[in-house]
């Protein structure tokens, strides 16, 4: 058994004896080694003793509830005991194995989340450049049974993968996931020399991902109108889309989009984009999207680098797909007689297979 589940995928790779899932989301599952289930397992039939301890030292006041219950009717006083601790020990069992499965990182082009929770999921998401550092410790029964912790950090955060199959053959995943266009992103857009320039058919500016400021609060046509021209780039030759500036190139920043958020940050801001992209777009374009942020004049900027689709690119909105392509500096969405027709002349070899 590895270390490693998917989402979406039936496609494995081996690297350095890793078996390695490949999904086309652009998403990897690395669940925590079995080793914590026996740890897990072991604690519970600990506590479990522990608990009949404590219940022999209660003997009369165990009787007496067992005959408020009027259980002498159903079931004798052993039996009784024994339901009530094997029932114990059921559910703490399931509730180990479910915090288990439910705990897994993913790694994502650029960024890997800690995802647990049985009841109340809680993330944590860790954004991976050229600068983040990897350090993997194990110790003397996790060498023997090849599994340890891994720690990423990227200037003052950080996040520690533990309890994990092999975590030094792990890095290489991480670093670049399954994105096969990671070479592309390998240098940051240039902000100041983008404001510089007006908008055309590969650069648009937009004051925010989902804050309307003409209402002073979220709105989800914001939001649409954002996702609108990444799929009009990616349907296209691609593109940069700047949030956080005015039309005027004057930088607003993206403290009210923060203060919107569960996590007032960037990488809340980020979830909350890969949420909306996947919903809109679709997760198995993320792989072509990077976002980069940037402070000017004390704000926080983003810049979404765009890269054109191999192939085409729908948003899903209102129940219903449109298709857009970028003419100059506008998103113009296609009529479906018209859309075959540009497909072919845009994806003549994709299309043909």
């Given at each position: 058994?590895?270390?490693?589940?998917?989402?979406?995928?039936?496609?494995?790779?081996?690297?350095?004896?890793?078996?390695?899932?490949?999904?086309?989301?652009?998403e990897t599952?690395?669940?925590?080694?079995?080793?914590?289930?026996?740890?897990?397992?072991?604690?519970?039939?600990?506590?479990?003793?522990?608990?009949?301890?404590?219940?022999?030292?209660?003997?009369?006041?165990?009787?007496?509830?067992?005959?408020?219950?009027?259980?002498?009717?159903?079931?004798?006083?052993?039996?009784?005991?024994?339901?009530?601790?094997?029932?114990?020990?059921?559910?703490?069992?399931?509730?180990?194995?479910?915090?288990?499965?439910?705990?897994?990182?993913?790694?994502?082009?650029?960024?890997?989340?800690?995802?647990?929770?049985?009841?109340?999921?809680?993330?944590?998401?860790?954004?991976?450049?050229?600068?983040?550092?990897?350090?993997?410790?194990?110790?003397?029964?996790?060498?023997?049974?090849?599994?340890?912790?891994?720690?990423?950090?990227?200037?003052?955060?950080?996040?520690?993968?533990?309890?994990?199959?092999?975590?030094?053959?792990?890095?290489?995943?991480?670093?670049?996931?399954?994105?096969?266009?990671?070479?592309?992103?390998?240098?940051?857009?240039?902000?100041?020399?983008?404001?510089?320039?007006?908008?055309?058919?590969?650069?648009?500016?937009?004051?925010?991902?989902?804050?309307?400021?003409?209402?002073?609060?979220?709105?989800?046509?914001?939001?649409?109108?954002?996702?609108?021209?990444?799929?009009?780039?990616?349907?296209?030759?691609?593109?940069?889309?700047?949030?956080?500036?005015?039309?005027?190139?004057?930088?607003?920043?993206?403290?009210?989009?923060?203060?919107?958020?569960?996590?007032?940050?960037?990488?809340?801001?980020?979830?909350?984009?890969?949420?909306?992209?996947n919903s809109?777009?679709?997760?198995?374009?993320?792989?072509?999207?990077?976002?980069?942020?940037?402070k000017l004049?004390?704000?926080?900027?983003?810049?979404?680098?765009?890269?054109?689709?191999?192939?085409?690119?729908?948003?899903?909105?209102?129940?219903?797909?449109?298709?857009?392509?970028?003419?100059?500096?506008?998103?113009?969405?296609?009529?479906?007689?018209?859309?075959?027709?540009?497909?072919?002349?845009?994806?003549?070899?994709?299309?043909?297979?």
């Open positions: 058994m590895t270390g490693f589940d998917a989402a979406k995928s039936g496609v494995t790779l081996k690297v350095r004896g890793v078996r390695i899932p490949h999904t086309m989301s652009d599952i690395i669940k925590r080694s079995p080793i914590v289930l026996i740890w897990k397992f072991a604690v519970i039939e600990v506590a479990v003793f522990l608990l009949y301890l404590v219940a022999v030292s209660f003997g009369n006041v165990k009787y007496e509830l067992y005959v408020q219950l009027s259980f002498p009717s159903l079931l004798s006083y052993q039996a009784a005991k024994i339901l009530f601790l094997s029932g114990a020990q059921f559910a703490v069992t399931v509730y180990a194995f479910l915090s288990w499965y439910y705990e897994y990182y993913v790694v994502h082009s650029g960024s890997i989340t800690y995802t647990r929770g049985v009841f109340r999921r809680k993330d944590k998401t860790l954004r991976i450049d050229d600068s983040t550092t990897f350090t993997s410790f194990s110790n003397p029964l996790g060498k023997l049974f090849h599994y340890g912790s891994l720690e990423a950090k990227t200037g003052t955060s950080s996040l520690v993968l533990t309890y994990i199959s092999r975590p030094k053959n792990l890095v290489n995943l991480i670093k670049h996931g399954n994105n096969p266009y990671q070479g592309a992103f390998r240098e940051a857009p240039n902000l100041e020399k983008l404001l510089t320039e007006n908008e055309h058919d590969r650069l648009e500016f937009k004051s925010s991902l989902r804050f309307d400021h003409k209402i002073d609060q979220a709105n989800r046509e914001v939001e649409k109108a954002a996702m609108k021209t990444i799929a009009a780039f990616l349907n296209s030759y691609g593109g940069h889309l700047v949030l956080g500036v005015n039309d005027a190139r004057v930088p607003l920043g993206l403290e009210n989009d923060y203060q919107t958020l569960q996590r007032k940050d960037a990488d809340g801001f980020e979830n909350h984009f890969t949420q909306t992209f809109m777009i679709g997760p198995e374009f993320r792989n072509l999207i990077k976002l980069w942020f940037h004049d004390g704000h926080d900027l983003c810049v979404v680098q765009v890269l054109e689709s191999p192939r085409p690119v729908y948003l899903k909105a209102d129940n219903n797909e449109q298709f857009y392509m970028r003419t100059g500096n506008i998103s113009t969405v296609l009529k479906l007689s018209e859309i075959e027709s540009y497909s072919r002349s845009r994806w003549p070899r994709t299309l043909k297979r």
